[in-house]
């Protein structure tokens, strides 16, 4: 039996590759002929750099930038010849608040600037961004202004960081990274297609995950409706309702504006260039994953691409998780076979091993005929 073993990370505590490994553990001590592949996915979040790494080449640059608070940090990227992968969430995701209180209308994206500066300066022309797991909400601007945009309120100064900051943007003058931009393609790698702004937008939809309570998503939506106009009327590019614009605290809608991104769906391009599909068509089986598994796991997330794929294919699936919401006929209408739960556990990956452990040989007793 051939399967194939493809995790997303679980989100703060496994890697996709620790997941991998632990799944891969489970099945060899479960059915010691199996020949079983572990192929990490990503959808432009947390992973993103391990997943493209074994297919991209290259190596792990490690640059000092600031952090979501100001506060400078190591973040990694991975240059591949002319092409760099960026992490957004290494250099201003929520897990880098270094489990200090979050403070979203502060919270700044100027560290995946700096490191898009960082890979042009080494010679990339092509600056592939995930966009995913951020603490900013401010659609981008300080992003931009690392790059060097200027981004000046009514007097002429520099905007404040974060989306309190962005809220009272008025002029952008492209400084010195008009210049630096030629010759350069940029790609952001969304997992949702929300918009920046509106009822489905990034203050209300994910605001409160960054720490805004209700009084935080009104002004963050009101200062993301103003930069939004504001970027409008100085570069011409509409932003507000932008499908994908609301990813990473509206860095998609920055990236669109300030770079001419183009904003692409994470988990296709990542799978696609991981030949996912190929791989899958030749396995008997798929086993994927993630920590929370629910309905956001089929609005752009990695597994739940990876299960459509499945499905379309007519491949038996299991999904092993540290939590699902999901139960019954809807574990089977996105073709589902298996549901392995682990919870929470101090070892992560010994709990994902173990809850497959108890689960698999029943499951492969049914499926096998053996």
Known sequence: MRILIAPNAFKGTLSAGEAGAAAAGAVKEVLPSARAEV????????GLLEALRPVLGGRLVTSRVE?????????????????????????????????????????????????????????????????????????GAGCAQAFGFSLLDAAGRPVPPGAAGAGLLKRILPGSAAARLRGVKVTGLADVRNPLCGRLGSARVFGP????????????????????????????????????????????AGLAAFFGASLEDGSSFVLSRLGFERKLAAADLLITGEGRFDEQTFYGKAPGAALAAAKRLGKPAVVVCGRSLLRGGALRRRGVSLLVEAGAARDEAGAVRRALVKALPGFLRGLTGC
């Open 39 to 46: 192929l990490p996915i990503a959808d432009g979040g947390d």
């Open 209 to 252: 995950q960054k720490g805004a309570g209700p009084r935080e998503v009104a002004a963050m939506e009101k200062a993301l409706r103003d930069y939004a106009a504001a970027v409008r009327r100085e570069l011409g590019v509409s932003i507000s309702s932008l499908p994908g614009g609301a990813a990473a605290g509206g860095l998609g």
């Open 67 to 139: 952090g979501p608070l100001g506060r400078k940090l190591a973040a990694r990227w991975l240059l591949a010849g002319r092409a760099a992968v960026i992490e957004m969430s290494e250099a201003a995701g929520l897990r880098r608040m270094g489990g200090r209180a979050l403070r979203p209308m502060e919270a700044t994206t100027a560290g995946v600037g700096g490191l898009m500066l960082e890979a042009v300066r080494r010679g990339a022309k092509e600056l592939v961004i995930g966009l995913g797991g951020s603490a900013s909400n401010d659609g």
